[in-house]
């Protein structure tokens, strides 16, 4: 029996334990931001632990110590140092430590600096590189960030509220339709990470997520020109297929493929959806098989998908698709 309740104890102790470490945990910082804001909930959590033990020594010396007999002056010292100047000081202390630490995590990088503009979407992220001096890049739904970089974060919103947020990297920040709102980040741990949305915007709220990949410098330009260039369609017959029933089929009125007369603005830029590490904002792998049950239910994978479902193309049309898609690298 013993034995038993020890495991069920360990159990629920991993399980609430799981969610601080890996690629989605403010309690595991990859970034200067984060490492602040992991301080402060330390501090914050410390802090309240010894509140916390005192309260408790003060009850069990009520229940087994104490005579029960009043004593004014003692009392009152109880009520006012444990009720007025303790609290009084924590508070202090602890409100001195939050707002000195606020101002660096609102500060904008200074000119110069790598510029990214994120749309939050229903319910996927649109993305737009602008380089110093360079031109600007579209992607969707993975970001690349280059490490010990300060990086400026454009942030809006067509629909409704989304926020922006990669729990190891810093603070989240609101996207609000109608406004712009600012975020400036700085990576200090090579890896990937995941980026989630942080405020319940409707149907697959839960659903909205996106990889982030921190590399050095030349990985990260690498990554960029790649981006940048058109797409490159794969030579093969079946592919070839493929990329003629993405007119024929309609797709190319929501998506664009750079290097191809696919342009549309609606659902997320294509030119390079192969090279992506998931598929539909992090939640399929990439690979053949989930681009083919991606475009014949989007709907059941994403409930209230935004994009039609194509379960009528035959099994052979919705294969040539996908192998046309998965070798859009
Ligand atoms: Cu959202």
């Known amino acids: 029996m013993a034995a038993r309740s020890h495991a069920a104890m360990a159990t629920v102790v991993l399980l609430g334990t799981a969610g601080c470490s890996g ?17 402060l909930y330390w501090w914050m959590a410390i802090g309240s632990l010894i509140v916390w033990l005192g309260v408790v ?4 010396w009520c229940v087994r110590w104490s005579s029960g007999v009043p004593d004014r002056r003692r009392d009152r010292a109880l009520i006012i140092g444990g009720g007025t100047i ?23 990088a200074p000119a110069g600096s790598l510029s990214i503009a994120v749309t939050g979407e229903r319910w996927w ?3 737009r590189y602008e380089p110093p001096g360079g031109a600007a890049v579209p992607v969707a739904n993975e970001l690349y960030l280059p490490v010990n970089e300060l990086v400026q974060f454009r942030l809006n919103s067509h629909d409704v509220i989304h926020s922006f947020w990669m729990p190891s990297l810093g603070p989240k920040m609101d996207m609000i339709p109608g406004r712009i709102t600012w975020l400036a980040l700085e990576p200090t741990q090579i890896g990937w990470f995941r980026g989630t949305c942080a405020e319940f915007c409707g149907g697959s709220h839960a659903l909205m997520g996106f990889d982030v990949r ?16 058109p797409a490159a369609v794969p030579p093969d017959a079946i592919a070839r297929h493929g990329y003629d029933l993405f007119f024929a089929a309609g797709c190319s009125a929501c998506h664009t493929i750079r290097g191809t007369p696919a342009a ?15 598929l539909a904002a992090s939640v399929l792998p990439n690979d053949v098989d989930a681009f083919r049950r991606w475009m014949a239910h989007p709907g059941h994978i994403k409930p209230r998908a935004r994009m039609p479902r194509f379960g009528m193309l035959a099994d052979a049309d919705l294969k040539a698709l996908a192998t046309f898609l998965e070798g859009l690298e």
């Open 23 to 39: 690629v989605q945990s403010a309690l595991a910082p990859g970034g200067r931001q984060a490492a602040d804001i992991a301080g």
């Open 125 to 127: 992220w649109r993305v």
């Open 57 to 60: 020594a003060v009850a069990v």
């Open 264 to 278: 549309g603005v609606i659902g997320p830029d294509l030119t390079h959806v192969g090279s992506r590490r998931t």
């Open 86 to 108: 303790i609290p009084l000081i924590v508070l202090t202390v602890l409100l001195t430590y939050g707002l000195i630490a606020i101002p660096p995590l609102v500060a904008r």
């Open 214 to 229: 921190v590399t050095g410098r030349p990985a990260f330009e690498k990554w960029l020109a790649h981006q940048a260039a």
